[in-house]
């Protein structure tokens, strides 16, 4: 698959590396421009490329959003991802580090509303990303969960894939207002390494 990267932080370089060693093609962004990405796309070889923002947008079969909360509004284009897959693996946080309160709407339910014609699941945003980069594995037992959530059944399916692609498990668990919830900051499924079976378990708890 093409796969779009907005943002090559941690969190965006490290899906990057991801999904290029799955051998699907990264097209790379970020606010810096191209010349910025070199020596990254370097080491990821010829499945990677760095693009221009909107590149990485319109030229994608998924595109990643690893951008800090608080730059959201420099992507002032509301349809910069019209009919694109856009998982949004951002969490509020304030520049200060502080979790932002947003009243009784998720982060991606603000994300979806900010650009209305995207199909927006949540998915990357709850695990370190040191755990992302050197967690994944073959072997399907021992996989740890990337919890999902979105309004769009196909778009999740699709971002399911990739997640297995990465030797996580995907684990679908809504919406973007209720499986949204479960992911954000300080809540269920935030910062904890679950198998499936372990998360099965809590959510069935709680």
């Known amino acids: 698959m093409q796969i779009g990267i907005i943002g090559a932080g941690r969190i965006g370089a490290t899906i990057a590396r991801l999904l290029a060693r799955a051998g699907h093609h990264v097209n790379l962004s970020n606010s810096r421009g191209p010349d ?6 370097q080491e990821l070889g ?14 994608s079969d998924v595109t990643f959003l690893a951008v800090p909360w608080t730059n959201l509004q420099t992507l002032s284009d509301r349809f910069l991802f019209a009919d694109v897959i856009l998982v949004d693996t951002t969490n509020p946080y304030s520049h200060e580090f502080e979790v932002l309160d947003l009243g009784e709407c998720t982060s991606s339910e603000i994300v979806a509303r900010h650009f209305p014609s995207a199909r927006v699941v949540k998915a990357f945003n709850t695990l370190y990303w040191e755990t ?25 399916a699709t971002v399911s894939e990739l997640i297995s692609d990465c030797g996580f498990a995907p684990l679908d668990i809504g919406t973007l207002r209720e499986g949204g919830t479960l992911q954000q900051p300080g809540k269920l499924l935030f910062n904890r390494p679950l198998t499936v079976s372990e998360a099965k378990k809590l959510l069935e708890s709680a």
């Open 46 to 59: 010829s499945s990677a490329r760095a693009v221009p923002v909107s590149i990485a947008a319109e030229c």
């Open 36 to 41: 910025s990405l070199v020596c990254l796309v």
């Open 132 to 156: 992302l980069a050197t967690r994944g594995t073959r072997h399907l037992a021992h996989r740890l969960i990337v919890p999902l959530a979105g309004n769009d059944v196909v778009a999740k």
